[in-house]
């Protein structure tokens, strides 16, 4: 625990004295860039994760109002219409 304060802390101090400042960013960057990376990575994904859950419930609700039935050896009936199998 007192190794993360001390290398969150590090940065702030750096950023102090001009000859520093330089590293500040680079250990700030290295600091906060996967946490952002992961941020826009999830942002990125909702668009995606909306259309798996739309296909997921459409697909859920067609089970439901089709009422697939299967009639032994002679195929499958989905509403009058006969598939084969």
Not at 10 to 26: K, N, R
Not at 32 to 40: A, E, M, T, Y
Not at 44 to 58: A, D, G, K, R
Not at 64 to 78: A, F, M, T
Request: proline share 5%; hydrophobic share 60%; net charge positive.
């Amino acid at each position: 625990m007192f190794i993360l304060l001390l290398y969150l802390f590090l940065p702030l101090i750096f950023s102090i004295f001009p000859f520093t400042q330089g590293w500040a960013t680079v250990l700030f960057d290295l600091i906060w860039s996967p946490f952002r990376d992961v941020l826009l990575s999830v942002w990125h994904f909702i668009p995606n994760l909306f259309t798996i859950l739309v296909i997921y419930f459409v697909i859920k609700l067609c089970g439901k109002v089709c009422e697939v039935s299967i009639l032994g050896n002679r195929g499958r009936k989905v509403n009058h219409f006969w598939l084969s199998c």
